[in-house]
């Protein structure tokens, strides 16, 4: 359990520098067999690429560094709860573990919205862990919108 | 019509593409204006990138292109039915009309699977023209994979 609270606080710092980079800010981490492979926050907004949110950074910053196509074996943390997007795109990197932070009622598509991993046309599942550093993660996303609303 | 025809030729030129690089046979065309402003076949293996399908690659190169992060009034082609990933992209990207060539019930997300566009967290939908050319799109799957069986 610590391990998997290391690998949480390590997305939290990712989130926390996106949001420096002025990115809605959430983090990823990518690990597998122990050892982190790819962190990424969110870099939309950097990179002019809506599909590059911190799970795709991840996968596709792995998968390079990999060579390889898939991640079986690779488990994902991420602050916030999946878009269906990303969830997707989870599904087919071969995702081991998905564990994540807060819950997103409004995009999410894990627990929320279509639910994808749940679906007849998802063909590979993660196992799912939720409610990793909820507070801290929803937090840091409160402040970063409570400070554009300030702005 | 004869323009909508003109540019769906295009992505079954970037589907056959495809298929001579050994990538599943999908083809996509981005147009602005009535201006090709991408076109890519899919280039999940030759990246080592899943989330590189047809309709994401050319959304990224779209983006690059003008340099900006949505595409508001962009229309895309696609010779088969975007799957959940592509679907939600889509969306996120602000595309304006999409039309698409094969349905794909195993795993498309338009009008079958999720049905992404029609759900509450969508946040934007495209118009949706499904059926052009759908004959020669499944024929350029269904010939690649045969080939494949026969390997």
């Given at each position: ?22 990115e809605v800010p959430i983090g990823a ?123």
């Amino acid at each position: 359990m610590a391990e998997t609270t290391h690998f949480m606080d390590l997305a939290l710092v990712e989130a926390q520098a996106a949001a420096l980079r002025n990115e809605v800010p959430i983090g990823a981490v990518l690990v597998l067999d122990g050892r982190v492979i790819a962190r990424s926050g969110n870099r939309t907004r950097e990179l002019n690429d809506v599909t590059a949110h911190a799970e795709i950074a991840v996968i596709r910053m792995a998968c390079e560094e990999l060579g390889q196509e898939r991640l079986a074996g690779a488990d994902l943390y991420v602050t916030l709860e999946p878009c269906t997007m990303c969830a997707a795109a989870i599904s087919f990197a071969r995702i081991r573990r998905l564990y994540y932070g807060a819950n997103d009622a409004k995009g999410g598509a894990v627990e929320s919205g279509v639910r994808f991993f749940n679906q007849q046309t998802c063909h590979h599942a993660p196992e799912v862990y939720s409610g990793m550093a909820e507070v801290e993660s929803a937090e840091i996303l409160r402040a970063f919108f409570q400070g554009k609303r300030g702005e």
